[in-house]
């Protein structure tokens, strides 16, 4: 079982940065997909950016591409979330998942789940 532990969220101002961490454990990491979802009040959890632990293969929604960037620190079983040039409409709670093997886009197909971490975007 893959147990996950999320920090860094918090406020920040439009325009700003903030980086996300995502600390696993309780699994071979290797065979493993993780991503990130965000869910803000009263939408659908929507898909951010995930990536394949072993390949390094990585994907983002067009929404944050060209501002987000995901990666890995194998040593430290930890994935971030890299968010620059942030905008009031980046407001969520953001989550950290995992699943077994490949990278999906649906939060359906994921089996494990972080507690989530508020990001607040002012304006």
């Known amino acids: 079982q893959v147990q996950l532990v999320e920090s860094g969220g918090g406020l920040v101002q439009a325009g700003g940065s903030l980086r996300l961490s995502c600390a696993a454990s309780?699994?071979?990491?290797?065979?493993?997909?993780m991503g990130w979802f965000r869910q803000a009040p009263g939408k659908e959890r929507e898909f951010v950016g995930a990536?394949?632990?072993?390949?390094?293969?990585?994907e983002l929604a067009d929404s944050v591409k060209g501002r987000f960037t995901i990666s890995k620190d194998n040593p430290k079983n930890t994935v971030y979330l890299q968010m620059n040039s942030l905008k009031p409409e980046d407001t969520a709670v953001y989550y950290c998942?995992?699943?077994?093997?490949?990278?999906?886009?649906?939060?359906?197909?994921?089996?494990?789940w972080g507690q989530g971490t508020q990001v607040t975007v002012s304006s």
């Open positions: 990536v394949d632990w072993t390949g390094g293969r990585r």
């Open positions: 309780g699994a071979v990491l290797s065979s493993y997909a």
């Open positions: 998942a995992a699943r077994r093997f490949n990278i999906v886009r649906s939060s359906s197909g994921y089996n494990f």
